[in-house]
């Protein structure tokens, strides 16, 4: 990409006069803009550069990146058709290995993209809840605390709380997380999304009660137990992203399950020792 940003700097210093093109009604993405021998720069050519420029580009009109563009495009094919032919061994396997991962790429994000609709998400959903209904009752903590980075600190904070100051008014002055802005309030969690010592101590405690200091790698803390609650399914949209991300994952995988059985492959790597996978100076001919 940097190459290609000053490829096209240059290009907008110093544009050269290109043929006219037919200012078509209703160009299309195969609208040709420029011929190189027998190969045509389409305007589908242009927009996609376009699209890939750098943050820099972004604000320039586009009355002076298209000629830019189309006369970048135009000396790329020239010095292409001029060195395809001479690339070295270490460049061929370069430009094939990024083509292998480009087009797999867009096998892939194709067969995600199709796989999510809202009946296979609905679908995803009903059998999440049923899962989450046949599994054991989940409790779920509300709390709040207040972290500070040493234990003569948290003792102070203690001994004021044993004099009756108010939990989130402490938490706003002296909690050093985010949390403090909230006055410690964590909202609600479940088991396992804590760390350890601190779940542990949530857990010992009835709702209302606040905790003697526990150590961190965070630091020190107290923490006020608010309540408790059983879990309950979540709405659909509450874990939307996380079915679709699913759904995605199995669509790539079925894929690639699919496409190797039905394909020839003869993996031969085991003949091979696995040091020369190191051995960059077989690429210079």
């Given amino acids: ?26 160009p299309e993405a195969g ?17 996609a550069m376009r699209a890939a420029l750098p943050e820099q580009f972004r604000d320039v009109p586009d009355e002076t990146l298209f000629p830019a563009i189309v006369e970048q495009l135009i000396e790329q094919e020239l010095l292409n058709q001029f060195h395809a032919d001479d690339l070295s061994l270490r460049e061929r396997v370069t430009l094939e290995n990024e083509n292998r991962n480009f087009v797999a790429n867009s096998a892939l994000m194709a067969a995600a993209e199709a796989a999510v609709t809202d009946d296979t998400i609905q ?38 709380l ?12 002296h909690s050093i997380d985010g949390s ?6 964590l909202g609600w969690f479940s088991e396992g999304m804590m760390i350890e010592p601190f779940e542990e101590a949530v857990m010992a ?13 965070f630091g020190w803390h107290v923490i006020h137990l608010k309540d408790t609650r059983t879990a309950s399914v979540p709405e659909l949209d509450e874990v939307r992203e996380d079915l679709t ?11 690639l399950s699919r496409l190797r059985d039905d394909a020839e492959i003869d993996n031969r790597s085991d003949s091979v020792d696995p040091e020369h996978l190191g051995r960059t100076e077989l690429l210079d001919e």
């Fill in 205 to 217: 405690l009835e709702p209302g009660q606040i905790s003697d200091p526990v150590e961190t790698r």
């Fill in 245 to 255: 991300n699913e759904i995605q994952r199995e669509a790539a995988r079925a894929l």
């Fill in 123 to 160: 679908q995803a959903y009903d059998a999440f809840a049923a899962q989450f209904d046949e599994g054991e009752p989940q409790t779920e903590y509300n709390a709040a605390h207040i972290l500070v980075e040493t234990e003569e600190e948290i003792q102070s904070i203690v001994a004021d």
């Fill in 31 to 47: 609208t040709v803009l420029a011929t190189v021998g027998t190969q045509e720069i389409t305007l589908g050519h242009a927009i």
């Fill in 180 to 185: 403090s802005a909230e006055g410690g309030d």
């Fill in 1 to 26: 990409m940097k190459k290609s940003a000053h490829f096209l700097a240059a290009a907008c210093l110093c544009v050269l006069s290109l043929p006219a093109v037919a200012q078509d009604e209703t």
């Fill in 162 to 173: 044993d004099g009756g100051a108010d939990f989130a008014d402490l938490a706003a002055e």
